[in-house]
């Protein structure tokens, strides 16, 4: 039988420390909040983590094709606005079908933009999204000045209570989110979008669509980004126009916990799915283990630095032994 | 076919200068009063400073390559901003010693980031995001909710008010000429600054020619902290008091002040001119749409497009098809 070797894990399943720290985290948080598992507080804590999961499987997306959106907290604002002024508190349900239609087209949209730029213009991703960024949350900030309005209560709830079978609708979407990915990885284009993150001057020599390729990157991030506005819009029922400017920095640390590398064609979307998790559980943990409020942003931010350093100092050790 | 080019700086000046004759004929403006005019340009080149200072660091970082970017420059500031408020409480003497800690504490920050860099390999841009989620939790743990201090006189006369009353030439501005040039001498005359180009450019061929890549990129990040140290000293010194958001929002127009002058982000190529034209032109922007008293929504749109359009105009990467 062959051994183990970490090296080889670490290689081949980039996910593979994602999930050991998923796994650390469940436990932590099993011990402080024993009834974790049961059906309701399973149902509440993952349709808390959803929309931070499909933002960063949307950035993933991004950052495996060798760029980086910091303008997906902005359209999440936009579409949390639009529902929130256009469906209102006493919308119909066909009301909000339609406002979600066009809030998935305003996700599209805005990750056209900055593909266009970014794909055809050329610019650099970091600046360029920093850029649009202003503008999606300045157009989210136009239609909802101050915080207010928001989506009828009944819809809301099809999203926090609805669990088929006992389990939480959240699954479902990240099983659905998955499967299409690991269909995508064995298309044409999936070969395609590691190529062009792993190196995009090459991929150009041997005739990948470069520029189509990293142009739809950013529209499935938009998409995504979208769908993380939905989500968030029917879990907290209001609106407001700042509700994603925080979210955009927590996906791109999800993808890295998640094992997918920033300088691009290396990991995958299944990682960032576990990483998004995971950095949920942390916060469950540091909101139950009752340290001091002046403490939480110190401790919280320390766990994620020692949980990004801890590939690299087992690297560091494992190559001191040999 | 020769390209119409023209230097990034110098483009960036031009704008600030068409931009600044344009504010002219606003009603608020300064319209035909010359004495107003060049008060006000001096009070935009004042403001300018701290943005320009805090976006030195961010210089040679990006120079510096390897998707190098600090994200904890904020924080930094923030942290520097408290230590000194609390420790020269309003007296004269004790001002050096809080410059020394300034600096000392933020070159320490920026040393832990390059470890975390150089040998735990983490991407500077989560590791610095990292970072400056620590040191705010730092910030919180020492504020706990209110400090007390008090600038020292001698630091709001050395920083706010002008040269002589003759000479309407506020102090921030000698020290930011005086400081530009240093940065010059630091980045186009010294053997570091050759070092440093050399590693944005290729760290391979840079390890080749006996450039000590560890070392240099360590030092770069030292160099960074200890600069956003001594933005945050400027700062408060101008300010006069200290909150825990202070330099917060410093961070990402510090790195749009780069990227405006001319800088790219992929490192190797850039000046500190550049930067100092860029922080002006980003202080001007904001600044008109201030007195424009625009509502913040189209604020953000106009910044947004803005920046969109200037590096639109020059911040291009070469095509693939060269």
């Known amino acids: ?322 | 076919m020769r390209k119409f080019s023209i230097s990034p700086p110098v483009a960036a000046i031009l704008l600030a200068i068409v931009l600044f004759l344009l504010s002219g004929f606003l009603p608020n403006g300064f319209g035909n009063d010359i004495n107003v005019a060049i008060a006000q340009a001096t009070n935009i080149v004042r403001l300018a400073v701290f943005l320009g200072v805090i976006a030195a660091g961010q210089t040679l970082v990006i120079i510096s390559g390897f998707e190098g970017i600090d994200l904890s420059a904020g924080a930094v500031v923030t942290l520097a901003a408290i230590l000194t408020y609390v420790t020269v409480k309003g007296e004269d003497d004790k001002v050096l010693l809080a410059l020394l800690i300034s600096l000392a504490v933020g070159a320490l920050i920026g040393f832990i980031n390059g470890l975390g860099i150089t040998f735990l390999k983490i991407s500077p841009f989560v590791m610095t995001l990292g970072m400056s989620g620590v040191v705010t939790g730092l910030i919180i743990i020492i504020n706990h909710g209110n400090v007390s201090g008090k600038v020292a006189p001698i630091m709001t006369r050395l920083i706010a008010r002008p040269l002589s009353p003759d000479i309407p030439i506020p102090n921030a501005i000698i020290i930011w000429i005086i400081f530009g040039f240093l940065m010059w001498l630091l980045l186009e005359r010294s053997t570091f600054g050759k070092h440093l180009f050399a590693i944005g450019v290729n760290r391979v061929t840079a390890k080749l020619s006996g450039v000590n890549v560890t070392a240099t990129n360590l030092a770069v990040y030292s160099l960074a902290g200890a600069l956003a140290g001594f933005g945050g000293f400027l700062l408060v010194g101008n300010t006069g008091v200290v909150f825990i958001n202070l330099g917060q929002p410093f961070l990402f127009p510090s790195i749009a002040a780069v990227a405006v002058g001319g800088t790219l982000l992929s490192g190797g190529k850039g000046s500190y001119w550049g930067t100092m034209a860029g922080a002006i032109v980003l202080t001007l922007i904001t600044s008109l749409l201030t007195t424009m008293q625009m509502p913040d929504s189209v604020r953000r749109m106009v910044l947004g497009a803005t920046l969109l359009v200037m590096i639109s105009i020059y911040g291009r990467q070469r095509g693939f098809r060269q």
């Open chain 1, 1 to 322: 039988m062959k051994r183990f070797s970490w090296d080889e894990m670490m290689n081949r399943y980039p996910a593979f420390f994602a999930i050991i720290l998923l796994v650390v985290a469940l436990i932590i948080n099993f011990i402080l909040q024993p009834n974790m598992f049961a059906r309701d507080t399973l149902n509440s804590n993952m349709r808390v983590f959803l929309p931070m999961i499909l933002l960063a499987a949307g950035q993933a997306i991004v950052i495996l094709g060798g760029g980086i959106d910091i303008s997906v907290g902005g359209i999440v604002s936009i579409v949390n606005t639009i529902l929130a002024t256009q469906v209102g508190l006493n919308g119909s349900p066909e009301k909000m079908w339609t406002f979600v239609l066009v809030s998935l087209g305003a996700g599209i949209l805005a990750g056209a933009i900055n593909g266009f730029f970014i794909a055809f213009l050329r610019l650099q991703p970091i600046i360029t999204t920093y850029a649009t960024s202003f503008l999606y949350v300045g157009f989210a900030l136009f239609i909802l000045p101050n915080p207010g309005g928001g989506i009828p209560a009944e819809i809301a709830n099809v999203y926090r209570n609805t669990t088929p079978l006992g389990l939480p609708l959240a699954f479902y979407v990240i099983a659905v989110v998955l499967l299409i990915w690991m269909y995508i990885r064995s298309t044409r284009f999936g070969n395609y979008l590691y190529a062009v993150g792993g190196n995009a001057e090459a991929a150009y020599e041997t005739a990948v669509p470069v520029t189509w390729v990293l142009f739809s990157t950013y529209v499935v991030s938009g998409f995504m980004a979208a769908l993380a506005g939905i989500a968030i819009t029917m879990l907290s029922g209001s609106g407001n126009a700042e509700i994603g400017v925080p979210m955009t920095l927590t996906s791109i640390t999800a993808v890295v916990i998640g094992g997918t590398a920033l300088s691009g064609g290396i990991g995958g979307v299944a990682g960032p799915v576990v990483g998004a998790i995971t950095l949920g559980i942390i916060q469950n943990i540091i909101s139950f283990s009752r340290i001091d409020t002046w403490w939480e942003t110190f401790v919280k931010a320390s766990i994620i630095v020692v949980a990004l350093a801890a590939p690299g100092v087992i690297n560091l050790l494992r190559r001191k032994k040999v």
